[in-house]
């Protein structure tokens, strides 16, 4: 009988691909559900080199932290809600839900579909798409808005 390497006999995840999808998890709630920004949490759990890909707009890791920056000045609470997470050796897949207060009024939900990779424990590219369920129009872009 041959068992792939990543895969444990009975074909249940593997300690690396757990922690994978540990560290998405973690990721979300430390940068993205906390109240502040934290520049220190962002390079805890993405890699310098990290690539997001979102709805056809790409941001290198700088371009990444104006987001989460943005995001913070934009929104005061964020409730993210893995409705599908999925590891296969580096990949990671989820479906998640993020609900959230703007800080101007109002509420908005999107609802993602994203494949994150992971290379010496942190993740290094994000290729997500987004749908906005609730809010408002101009909020189309929050998935990957930035300051400039």
């Given at each position: 009988m041959s068992v792939h390497p990543q895969e444990s006999a009975a074909g249940r995840p593997t300690r690396q691909?757990?922690?994978n999808k540990s560290l998405v998890e973690r990721a979300f709630q430390d940068?993205?559900?906390?109240?502040?920004?934290d520049e220190g949490a962002i390079a805890r759990y993405f890699s310098p080199r990290y690539v997001q890909k979102t709805d056809g707009r790409t941001l290198d890791f700088a371009g990444f932290v104006a987001?989460?920056?943005e995001l913070k000045h934009t929104l005061k609470?964020?409730?993210i809600t893995f409705e599908r997470i999925v590891a296969e050796g580096a990949s990671v897949v989820s479906i998640h839900r993020a609900e959230a207060e703007k800080i101007a009024?109002?509420?908005i939900a999107v609802r993602v579909f994203a494949l994150f990779v992971i290379d010496e424990g942190k993740i290094v590219l994000c290729d997500e798409l987004t749908h906005l369920e609730?809010?408002?129009?101009e909020?189309?872009?929050l998935a990957s808005r930035h300051s400039q």
């Open positions: 691909e757990e922690f940068v993205f559900a906390s109240d502040a920004f987001h989460v920056r609470t964020v409730k009024g109002g509420r609730q809010g408002a129009a909020d189309r872009d």
